[in-house]
């Protein structure tokens, strides 16, 4: 059974940073693209950040606009994403989750989340 653990988020003023990380059981960490994806209050879930199997390669969403970085530790079953430069239209329910994306919503496997709220 895919389990998925987020931590790391909490209350961070405009211009902040956060790591954000996710612990990985119950599937092949390591042989899975991994995403990030994030819920704003009132809105649908949006995909912000996937990574290859490898490590090797990442992909962004258009909004990250070059402020977060994924990254992830197989030896860990360990996901993270370091968010920067952060704005108030950040602040959402930050989730890992299984597959890239593409394929995120298909797998459907994503954790309980960690809050990221952006306030001065």
């Known amino acids: 059974q895919v389990h998925l653990v987020e931590s790391g988020g909490g209350l961070v003023q405009p211009g902040g940073s956060l790591r954000l990380a996710c612990v990985a059981s119950g599937f092949q960490f390591s042989n899975n693209y991994m995403s990030w994806i994030r819920q704003a209050p009132g809105k649908e879930l949006e995909w912000v950040s996937d990574?290859?199997?490898?490590?090797?390669?990442?992909n962004y969403a258009d909004f990250v606009k070059g402020r977060f970085a994924i990254s992830r530790d197989n030896d860990k079953d360990t996901l993270y994403l370091q968010l920067s430069s952060l704005e108030p239209e950040d602040t959402a329910l930050y989730h890992c989750?299984?597959?890239?994306?593409?394929?995120?919503?298909?797998?459907?496997?994503w954790g309980q989340g960690t809050q990221v709220t952006v306030s001065s």
């Open positions: 989750a299984r597959g890239g994306r593409f394929m995120w919503k298909t797998f459907h496997s």
């Open positions: 990574i290859l199997p490898s490590g090797e390669k990442t």
